[in-house]
C-alpha cells in the first residue's frame, strides 16, 4: 500500500508538468487528452487509497506525500486542458473552455483541500485526516459535477 501512494505521489506531479507541453512542442492533443485522464485515473486512485489505508488504520502521517503530490497535480490541472484539447476522446465538457475563471476556481479549491488533508495528515489525527479527505473528494466530484461528462 505504502509503495503504491509513494508510485503515485512521485508521478502524478511530473507526469502533470511534461503534459502542460504544447502541440508545438511534439504532443499532439490525444496524447494530453490520454495523458491527463490516466492522470485522473491516478489521482482517483491516489484518494482511494489514503482513504483505505486511513480506515485500515494505518498512521496518516504516512499519507502527507501523496496529499501533497495531490494537491500539486490540482494546482497544474488546469494547464492539461490547453486549447485544441476538446476532442470526442476527451470527457471534459465545452464549461472547461467557456467559463475558464470557474474551471480554474474549482481547480484551486481542490488543490486546497488537498493540501489542507496533507496538514491533517501531518498532525497525524485520523479524525482530521478523514475529515480533509471528504472535503478533498467533495472539491473533486463538485468540478466533475460541471466541467466533466457523465459517460
Not at 490520454?34 to 488504520?57: F, V
Not at 502521517?61 to 476532442?87: C, D, E, H, M, Q
Not at 485520523?126 to 463538485?142: G, H, K, Q, S, V
Amino acid at each position: 500500500m505504502k509503495r503504491t501512494l509513494l508510485l503515485v505521489a512521485a508521478l502524478a506531479a511530473p507526469l502533470a508538468a511534461a503534459l502542460a507541453q504544447t502541440p508545438a512542442a511534439g504532443v499532439t492533443p490525444e496524447q494530453i487528452i490520454a495523458a491527463r485522464q490516466s492522470a485522473y485515473i491516478l489521482s482517483g486512485g491516489a484518494l482511494a487509497s489514503m482513504k483505505g489505508a486511513a480506515d485500515a488504520g494505518a498512521d496518516v502521517r504516512s499519507l502527507v506525500i501523496p496529499s501533497r503530490a495531490l494537491a500539486r497535480w490540482a494546482r497544474t490541472l488546469p494547464t492539461l486542458f490547453p486549447a485544441g484539447t476538446n476532442l470526442p476522446s476527451s470527457k471534459a465538457l465545452p464549461a472547461v473552455w467557456s467559463d475558464r475563471q470557474g474551471f480554474e476556481a474549482r481547480a484551486a479549491a481542490y488543490a486546497e483541500a488537498a493540501r489542507l488533508m496533507a496538514e491533517a495528515a501531518q498532525s497525524g489525527d485520523r479524525d482530521a485526516f478523514l475529515a480533509r479527505w471528504a472535503e478533498t473528494r467533495a472539491t473533486c466530484a463538485a468540478c466533475h459535477d460541471i466541467y466533466r461528462r457523465s459517460d
